[in-house]
């Protein structure tokens, strides 16, 4: 069956980054298009971008350019989601979700999720 | 960039039927989906594409759209159907967005 399995919460001092980690099992990891989903607590569902793990080609929602880095590792079926230059509204549930289509068409339809990482930025 | 609209409170009843809605531009080009997700835990897909419910999703759920509008309705709402929902899409640069969600609340 296929898991999305995270890594553990962090705990981060303004202005530090974050990489967050997504281990993917149970089918071909470099088959289908890795989103990253973030939720601020109380808020609602925020996509920040999405990895093709086949290419390493990104895309990036226009709010998170330039401070998110988004990668992965097909030797270990793991995406990596780094965000840097930390802010405390950047404290949320981030998580990893894959894209239901395979990589001749982008769906967005994000069928498998992962469990979710808190990251809490506070000084 | 895209937006999608939701309204952000929903009643019902229960056993009742109850739609709730998405608006966007994106919409008029492609197909949203519906996720489900309750306190403390991941969202769940429960609809995509033109009316497609994931394995494990009962069939009460059921998915539509028309113009730049979608809609997800419930038929016969339970009272574990208590919980938010929320729409996306991707649009034509390939990014997705998310609604802002609805919080349902079954009477």
């Known amino acids: 069956q296929v898991q999305l399995v995270q890594s553990g919460a962090e705990v981060k001092k303004p202005g530090a980054s974050v990489k967050v980690s997504c281990k993917a099992s149970?089918?071909?990891?470099?088959?289908?298009?890795m989103h990253w989903v973030r939720q601020a607590p109380g808020q609602g569902l925020e996509w920040m971008g999405w990895?093709?793990?086949?290419?390493?080609?990104?895309n990036y929602a226009q709010k998170f350019q330039g401070r998110v880095t988004m990668t992965r590792d097909t030797s270990i079926s793991t995406a990596y989601m780094e965000l840097s230059r930390l802010r405390s509204d950047d404290t949320a549930v981030y998580y990893c979700?894959?894209?239901?289509?395979?990589?001749?068409?982008?769906?967005?339809?994000?069928?498998?999720w992962g469990q979710g990482t808190l990251v809490t930025v506070s000084s | 960039s895209s937006e999608l609209t939701q309204d952000p409170a929903v009643s019902v009843a229960l056993g009742q039927t109850v739609r709730i809605t998405c608006q966007g531009d994106?919409?008029?080009?492609?197909?949203a989906s519906w996720y489900q997700q309750k306190p403390g835990q991941a969202p769940v897909l429960v609809i995509y594409?033109?009316?497609n419910r994931p394995s494990g999703i009962p069939d009460r759920f059921s998915g539509s759209s028309s113009g730049n509008t979608a809609s997800l309705t419930i038929t016969g709402a339970q009272a574990e159907d208590e919980a938010d929902y929320y729409c996306n899409s991707r649009d034509s640069s390939g990014t997705v967005v998310f609604g802002g969600g609805t919080k349902l609340t079954v009477l």
């Open positions: 979700a894959r894209d239901r289509g395979g990589l001749r068409e982008l769906l967005g339809f994000l069928v498998y």
């Open positions: 994106s919409l008029r080009s492609y197909y």
């Open positions: 149970g089918y071909t990891f470099t088959g289908y298009y």
């Open positions: 594409g033109k009316n």
């Open positions: 990895i093709n793990p086949n290419s390493g080609g990104t």
